[in-house]
């Protein structure tokens, strides 16, 4: 596990030192008390968020015109609160809205990382929903989780391949990718939404996730 850290020290040490820079941990916990929020609360992401939804895993129909890119971390507790509300959305939305999910393990100390790993091998056998959601639900004792055992319990059905993901230095390298990719778009907290080219970190209530969508889509019609 050392080395996996030291092949990309410089990406999480300046994660790190911007997070304490910038108070990221407050927004890390902040959840929206109420329905309605500022504008001011929104984010552009100078460089435009389309080329972050290129990458990831896509949860919905891949075809959708429509991709809201959530960064996530397994040890985030406000993340484990987004996930009923985004299964909602999509669900409301079908053919309409996909959600792609990139990885933001915001430690290394603890079991993010580890956690993002097996959910991209889950992912690479179409059990990403599943092995997410089960992880989510044991966040309180994830150090405890066996990994292969969690996979096999989300329907992971060959765990040969699943643990030979899990060593493969490709699988690091997406994780770090994705963690590259939020701190180029200045993005260090989680749960961070982003539509078209607006980011939003905290967890987001159904109907705000309505409006912002409902708002970039007429904002994007042609005329």
């Known amino acids: 596990m050392r080395s996996l850290w030291d092949r990309s020290t410089f990406v999480w040490a300046a994660v790190a030192v911007t997070c304490v820079a910038a108070g ?5 916990t902040q959840h929206p ?8 609360m929104y984010r552009t992401i100078a460089s435009g968020g389309a080329a972050l939804s290129d990458s990831g895993i896509v949860v919905g129909d891949a075809a959708a015109p429509i991709r809201v890119v959530e960064f996530l971390d397994f040890e985030c507790r406000w ?6 509300t985004l299964r909602q959305f999509l669900a409301e939305r079908p053919g309409e809205v996909a959600l792609v999910v990139r990885h933001l393990p915001l430690s290394r100390v603890g079991v993010a990382l580890p956690f993002a790993i097996g959910a991209e091998c889950a992912a690479a056998q179409g059990r990403f929903a ?19 055992a969690l996979a096999k319990a989300a329907g992971v ?21 994705d963690a590259r990719a939020a701190h180029s778009a200045g993005i260090f907290a989680t749960p961070t939404l982003v539509v078209g080219n607006r980011a939003l970190s905290g967890a987001a209530t159904l109907e705000e996730l309505r409006r912002w969508v409902d708002s970039d889509a007429a904002a994007n019609a042609k005329p």
């Open 24 to 28: 990221v941990v407050s927004l890390r």
């Open 33 to 40: 008390a109420t329905s309605s929020r500022s504008e001011s």
């Open 79 to 84: 993340c484990r609160e987004m996930q009923p």
């Open 130 to 148: 599943a092995f997410a959601d089960l992880a989510f639900v044991a966040q309180d004792t994830l150090p405890l989780v066996d990994l292969a």
């Open 157 to 177: 059905r060959d765990l040969p391949t699943f643990q030979r993901c899990r060593l493969a230095n490709g699988t690091r390298e997406r994780i770090f990718r």
